[in-house]
């Protein structure tokens, strides 16, 4: 027998008896604890076999140990076992039944009855402390159910339906729509993300009506929510005649780089170019870098300063 088969054989007789065997890790001969073993119990104390210096017991050592801890377990079972009355002798009377007590009957006759035997009697019936080991291992383990054969009528318990994994609710598409006076609360919210403007719901309400009035308009764009805007003017000159001119284009910080500041822009030139316009005109916030990369982007080109000041209102 190899030392493989040999190492095979005693773990599974310590793992009957609830111990864990410890094989050296040498693999050559002659070198440390090579081809020793050792035992310890299931919370790692140690039994036999195991030293300072590494493993010391030889796989008889082991073995033995495992057998003689067996027939000690076997012969603790036949110790507990209950003594079998002794069968009346032949021609004898049985014993009247008014003097017996009913309510003590022999114990190994109630152990029979419940269809079980005894722990004891079966381990004590075996001779091979193997086997003994085996049987105990086998106390105690849930039945297999059967399979119910072919057009059987039995009804179980009923399964458990799988847990359905909630269907996640659809992005709403991008809407392009013409600004109301009703957006106005939703446009202050809007426009307080840029710095130096300070506007009410009032305010805004009042100069959308003016804008539309001079012809000129504002698209909002939406995603369930108002998230963009983008004004336009038209501005009549003597150079160009009327010019088209983009007043705001503005995106929610949480919606940026979507396409949809570019999707307003589109849906206002289409706007500017029905209403007899030539040239569309930007007005980029200086203080806004990545805004004038985003019109060279969409081929504007730079082809004036933009200056302001402010005047104040008419005494």
């Known amino acids: 027998m190899d030392d493989r088969t040999i190492g095979e054989k005693l773990r599974g007789m310590a793992e009957h008896r609830g111990l864990k065997l410890v094989k050296s890790r040498r693999r050559k001969p002659g070198t440390g604890d090579y081809g020793k073993f050792g035992l310890t119990d299931a919370t790692g104390k140690a039994l036999l076999g195991i030293g300072d210096d590494g ?16 027939a000690n377990t ?7 076992t209950p003594a079998r009355p002794a069968k009346p002798a032949p021609g004898a009377k049985a014993k009247d039944a008014k003097d017996r007590d009913a309510d003590t009957p022999p114990p190994t006759r109630i152990a029979r009855r419940g269809g079980a035997r005894p ?20 106390q105690g383990r849930p039945m297999r159910k059967r399979a119910a054969e072919p057009g059987s009528t039995r009804v179980g318990p009923a399964r458990a339906k799988p847990e359905q994994t909630p269907t996640p609710k659809p992005e709403p598409k991008l809407a392009i729509r013409v600004a109301k006076s009703g957006d106005a609360a939703a446009l202050a919210r809007l426009l307080d993300q840029l710095t130096h403007i300070e506007i ?8 959308l009506a003016a804008v539309q009035q001079a012809k000129g308009g504002m698209l909002v764009a939406e995603l369930g929510t108002l998230v963009g805007c983008c004004g336009w003017a038209l501005v009549p000159t003597v150079q160009h005649g009327e010019v088209g001119r983009i007043t705001m284009l503005l995106v929610d910080a949480n919606h940026r780089r979507r396409r949809i500041g570019s999707a307003m822009l589109e849906a206002a030139m289409t706007a500017l170019r029905e209403a007899g316009c030539t040239m569309v005109e930007v007005m980029s916030d200086i203080e806004i870098a990545h805004s004038h990369g985003f019109f060279r982007g969409l081929k504007f080109e730079q082809t004036s300063y933009r200056f302001s000041r402010a005047i104040g209102a008419p005494s």
């Open 55 to 70: 493993l010391t017991a030889s796989a008889a050592e082991v073995e033995e140990y495992l057998r003689a801890g067996a």
């Open 200 to 207: 009410d719901e009032l305010a805004i309400a009042r100069n």
């Open 74 to 80: 076997w012969k603790a079972s036949a110790d507990a």
């Open 119 to 138: 722990a004891g009697d079966r381990l004590g019936r075996e001779q091979d402390p193997e086997k003994i080991a085996e049987l105990k291992s086998r």
